[in-house]
C-alpha cells in the first residue's frame, strides 16, 4: 500500500551541478544532445530513487525539447522534481539550464519529462509513496503528465492496430 509525501518526508526534487566539459562536444563545437539526456536520465534517477528508496529503472523519456545549445566552460545545473505518482511508477520533470560563470547570465535550455518504475531486487514493481501537488504550479505540472500519459494510451492503441508481418 503507498504512503503520502507527509509519512516519509522524501526529497521531491534534486538539482545535479557541474562544468560542461570539452569531452561533451559534438561536430558543431557545443554540448552534444545525447550527453544531455545522459544528464536528464541521472538526475531523473537519483530523484526517483530518493523519493521511492528503491533502485528504479526508465519506462519512458518524453516531450524533450531543446530551446538553446550549452556551451563548454558552463555551469549545468539539472534539475529533476516528482510531479506525479501511479502504483509505482514516478512521473518526473527535468529541467535543465546553463550559466556563464564569467557573466552569471543563465538560460533555460532543456525539458523533459521522464518516467521511471520503482523495483524491488527480482526486478518487480512496487508501491511509491504518494506526491501530493500543493501549489498551483504542482498542480499544473500534474496534470500536464496525466494528460502525456493519456496521449501515451491513445498512441499505443493506434500502434496496435496498425498491420504486423503476421496479419499483413
Ligand atoms: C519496469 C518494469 C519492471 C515494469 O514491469 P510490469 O510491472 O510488468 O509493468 P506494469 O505494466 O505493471 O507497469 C508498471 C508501471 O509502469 C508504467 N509503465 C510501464 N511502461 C510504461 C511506459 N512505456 N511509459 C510510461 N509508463 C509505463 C505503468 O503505467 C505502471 O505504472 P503504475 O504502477 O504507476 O500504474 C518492466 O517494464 C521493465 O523491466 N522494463 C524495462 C526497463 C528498462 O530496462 N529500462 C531501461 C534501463 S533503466
Known amino acids: 500500500m503507498s504512503t503520502t509525501a507527509a509519512e516519509t518526508s522524501r526529497p521531491r526534487e534534486i538539482t545535479l551541478r557541474f562544468l560542461a566539459e570539452p569531452g561533451d562536444v559534438n561536430f558543431g563545437g557545443k554540448v552534444h544532445g545525447g550527453a544531455v539526456m545522459k544528464w536528464i536520465d541521472q538526475a531523473g534517477y537519483a530523484c526517483a530513487v530518493g523519493w521511492s528508496g528503491y533502485y528504479c529503472v526508465t519506462v519512458y523519456v518524453g516531450g524533450i525539447r531543446f530551446y538553446k545549445p550549452i556551451f563548454i566552460g558552463q ?87 496498425l498491420p504486423t508481418p503476421a496479419n499483413r
Open 75 to 161: 555551469v549545468v545545473d539539472v534539475k529533476a522534481s516528482v510531479v506525479h505518482t501511479g502504483s509505482s511508477s514516478m512521473h518526473i520533470a527535468v529541467e535543465v539550464s546553463a550559466t556563464d560563470p564569467r557573466t552569471g547570465a543563465r538560460k533555460l535550455t532543456t525539458r523533459c519529462l521522464i518516467v521511471f518504475v520503482a523495483v524491488d531486487g527480482g526486478g518487480d514493481s512496487v508501491g511509491v509513496p504518494a506526491w501530493v501537488p500543493q501549489t498551483d504550479e504542482d498542480k499544473r505540472l500534474e496534470q500536464y503528465a496525466m494528460h502525456m500519459a493519456q496521449l501515451r494510451k491513445e498512441e499505443d492503441n493506434e500502434l496496435l492496430s
